[in-house]
């Protein structure tokens, strides 16, 4: 049984090498760290932004982003009372396919999914609002197995459902929460249960997986409203665990580099860096309440940290220390963040304005702007454009409901 495990994993990082640079087959990316590996793109914007390519417009409702592979797109829509996993086309913006994946979520905030695909080979996998978890074949669409989080004894938070699962080598793993164990990990070809992690049982929030070598170790960090944990990717037994004081709604993804991990929040929680050390000992680097990062995300390029914190604005911090190194509120409201080739993309939530900015410590140095047309009419009056940018083959990728834009960013 060691030795599957061992070459399971030995799969997991080829697949993670093989990844071309211009894919983009998660949430975040091919390492979760939302930054594009790709170059060659535009440094400065025409007046009127990037050249768009395409519109869709049949996406449905709902937030959830797009995971690019092999030049097909892939997201979740609400279609009348269902789910939808959809396959576009990436450069033409044409429907491939479209398959009902679960029932909708209804919400205050806006109806429909939250969390992007996850594609790995022949497969694609996403996590619905109401927490059902479905594998299709990207070639058709056709549904090879589904799941539900209330079946490990889960239970759909406020907002629904919000993570993007992480395919790992031959596992799906995600967090359906609760007494019975906050994470999973299930077979990716049958959906069956491997483990769930039975000592460390908080509650699912909306925050992601990320999987992580720490001090020799493969683990998968997991943040809740009560802790940042990391957890055995063999068994799922809970290595170390660091608290974290969150309130009402904790979403960002954590942040790993060697042995640190980065954590942040929102509803005045900031944010803190933990050292794993030997033996699994957590100890806190730095807690503050500077980057008190809601939704919109955080990217760490070099030794900085970039992302909208509220109160304060766009932040640039620095990653060892906790400290500010600039931050900016006048020239672009809250919103989400990726960053490629040197550049940060910023969305601005309220309305749909993409800035162009260097990733630079020496503060924001603006180079093109633009806004998302047209925008959703059928956009709750309490949401907002929520889907995080993407940067993927060139192609700068929007959504906002039922449109899904694409935009030529490649130098000339």
């Known amino acids: 049984m060691k030795f599957f495990t061992i070459v399971s994993l030995l799969v997991c990082f080829q697949f993670e090498l093989a990844v071309h640079s211009s894919d983009w087959p998660q949430w975040r990316g091919p390492d979760r760290s939302d930054v594009s590996r790709e170059t060659g793109l535009l440094k400065n914007w025409p007046a009127s932004g990037p050249k768009r390519l395409w519109v869709f417009g049949e996406a449905g409702s709902g937030y959830s982003g797009p995971a690019v592979v092999d030049g097909k797109l892939y997201t979740l829509g609400a279609q009348a009372n269902a789910v939808n996993l959809i396959s576009i086309d990436a450069n033409t913006g044409k429907l491939i396919w479209s398959v009902e994946a679960a029932e909708k979520l209804k919400n205050d905030w806006g ?9 790995a080979g022949n497969r694609v996998y996403a996590l619905t609002g109401t927490g059902t978890l479905v594998c299709a074949d990207v070639r058709d669409g056709k549904i090879q197995w589904k799941r539900t989080m209330k079946e490990f004894g889960g239970q759909v938070p406020g907002w629904g459902y919000t993570e993007s699962v992480l395919i ?8 359906p ?14 959906g069956e249960l491997v483990w769930q992690s039975k000592e460390f049982t908080d509650a699912a929030h909306y925050s992601s997986i990320v999987s992580a070598e720490v001090n020799g170790t493969r683990q998968y960090v997991k943040l809740t409203d009560k802790h940042v944990a990391g957890l055995s990717a063999i068994d799922g037994s809970l290595l170390w665990t660091s608290d974290f004081p969150g309130r009402t709604a904790v979403i960002p993804t954590p942040i790993v580099q060697d042995n640190h991990v980065y954590v942040s ?9 933990v050292k794993i050390g030997p033996s699994n000992r957590a100890v806190d680097v730095y807690s503050n309440r500077l980057m008190k990062n809601h939704h919109g995300g955080v990217v760490k390029v070099a030794d900085h940290l970039y992302g909208y914190s509220d109160g304060v604005g766009w ?51 603006e180079h093109g702007r633009f806004s998302i047309e047209p925008q959703s009419k059928n956009r709750s009056s ?5 889907t995080h940018p993407v940067v993927s083959g060139g192609r700068l990728f929007l959504r906002d409901q039922e449109f899904v834009h694409s935009y030529d960013v490649r130098e000339r």
């Open 382 to 386: 309490r949401g907002r454009v929520w």
């Open 177 to 190: 929460g609760g007494s019975k164990g906050t994470l999973v990990a299930l077979d990716a070809k049958t």
């Open 111 to 119: 109806d429909g999914p939250r969390g992007t695909p996850s594609v």
């Open 315 to 365: 932040l640039c911090q620095d990653f060892r220390t906790g400290e500010e190194t600039w931050s900016e509120r006048k020239k672009l409201g809250k919103g989400a963040v990726t960053c490629a080739d040197g550049m940060l993309y910023c969305l601005e939530e309220d309305s749909g304005s993409v800035v162009l900015i260097e990733a630079s410590p020496r503060g924001w140095k």
């Open 265 to 273: 929040a929102g509803y005045g929680v900031g944010s803190k860096l």
């Open 168 to 175: 790992d080598g031959d596992r799906v793993v995600c967090s």
